[in-house]
T-cell receptor
């Protein structure tokens, strides 16, 4: 079974600064996808970024980038130039091929961006 | 293009009552999912469907039933609601293509259910 661990329940960062959210996972699969989803107070789940395990290059999406360490089973999210609108819960998720490609989520990290 | 919609948005039930949550998607996606979100727990998979007429159990299926009679709809039923089923329920859908099965899931806005 795959498990996803987010060890930081809450984090805070000042506007314009950089913050890194950590995520580790456990799997015996060799090919898989990892995702970061954002959930603002509106409750809507929004895809931030995704990483394909067979790609060594770390994914980037504008101010968001990941540090994917396959051997260490680590998948951290870096947010650069933090903005007030980045305040949200952030969930790391592992896609499970043997369960209809459903997502296995971590418990989340609550990020607060302060002025 | 409405994406993924959920009906209702809020509902309060008494213990023992039944209800059905409706999820609809207009993106012609094959895969559909029901998750529940509880405080401090993240989202957990209840049931999923890989196509019209097929359903399968997820991580926390007890107390729920599902049906996928039409490709665009995925229904989640509670036959006899319990306070432990108080939660926010999310529906999601995704597609498959020949290049990769690992495609993004699109989420609905959620349904907040309270069972008294």
């Amino acid at each position: 079974a795959q498990t996803v661990t987010q060890s930081q329940p809450e984090m805070s960062v000042q506007e314009a600064e950089t913050v890194t959210l950590s995520c580790t996972y456990d799997t015996s699969e060799n090919n898989y996808y990892l995702f970061w989803y954002k959930q603002p107070p509106s409750r809507q789940m929004i895809l931030v970024i995704r990483q394909e395990a067979y790609k060594q290059q770390n994914a980037t999406e504008n101010r968001f980038s990941v540090n994917f360490q396959k051997a260490a089973k680590s998948f951290s999210l870096k947010i650069s130039d933090s903005q007030l609108g980045d305040t949200a819960m952030y969930f790391c998720a592992f896609m499970k091929p043997n369960s209809g490609y459903a997502l296995n989520f971590g418990k989340g990290t609550s990020l607060l961006v302060t002025p | 293009n409405a994406g993924v919609t959920q009906t209702p948005k809020f509902r309060v039930l008494k213990t023992g009552q039944s209800m059905t949550l409706l999820c609809a998607q207009d993106m012609n996606h094959e895969y559909m999912y029901w998750y529940r979100q509880d405080p401090g727990m993240g989202l957990r998979l209840i049931h999923y469907s890989v196509g019209e007429g097929t359903t399968a159990k997820g991580e926390v299926p007890d107390g729920y039933n599902v049906s996928r009679l039409k490709k665009q709809n995925f229904l989640l039923g509670l036959e006899s609601a319990a306070p432990s089923q108080t939660s926010v329920y999310f529906c999601a859908s995704s597609y498959r293509d020949h290049t990769s099965p690992y495609n993004e899931q699109f989420f609905g806005p959620g349904t907040r259910l309270t069972v008294l």
